[in-house]
């Protein structure tokens, strides 16, 4: 597939319109439901090898991929690239283990993240500090898409590089 192929495809079942709370508390005209592009096999694999030449391999021990959008990214960018992905929780679990990062990293790992949306970063934000407070580097962060919408920005404050898949502009052509 294409990757002007796969983003007709992920704008024709991902993109919505309507009146939507964005998680940043903003409202939006527009969309992009993640889990309809996430839940079709074809479409993950394809997101997946275009997020593969983003990856800085030489910078990278593991991927941090976010809950919840962040981990079927995260596990199909693995299975493509062979760098082991770990689950980064929003809080660490009160019971059991009490991790915030999930599958057993190691300590001072360089983890890249993997996001879904990006739209004003907020909780990329905080997981990128909450993820070096626990012990380990992280100076980039892919996502599928960007929004466009000061994402970017923000990340590149917090000392990380910042690449997406696709852009809004460039999703909007279809």
Request: aromatic share 8%; proline share 2%; glycine share 10%.
């Amino acid at each position: 597939m294409t990757k002007t192929e796969l983003a007709e495809q992920i704008r024709a079942v991902s993109y919505l319109t309507g009146e939507f709370v964005l998680r940043s508390g903003n409202i939006s005209n527009f969309y992009w439901d993640k889990y309809r592009f996430e839940s079709d096999p074809r479409l993950l694999t394809a997101i997946a090898a275009e997020m593969a030449k983003l990856l800085p391999l030489s910078e990278c021990d593991g991927l941090a991929g976010l809950e919840l959008g962040g981990i079927p990214l995260a596990t199909a960018l693995s299975l493509q690239t062979g760098v082991p992905c770990f689950y980064v929780r929003k809080e660490a679990k009160t019971y059991g283990t009490c991790n915030l990062i999930e599958g057993g990293v190691k300590e001072g790992s360089k983890l890249v993240v993997i996001e879904d949306v990006i739209t004003t970063a907020g909780q990329v934000c905080t997981s990128i500090e909450q993820i070096r407070a626990a012990g380990y580097t992280v100076e980039h962060v892919i996502a599928a898409i960007d929004r466009q919408a000061g994402g970017a920005a923000k990340i590149n404050a917090v000392g990380c590089s910042f690449a997406s898949v696709f852009t809004l502009a460039a999703l909007e052509g279809f």
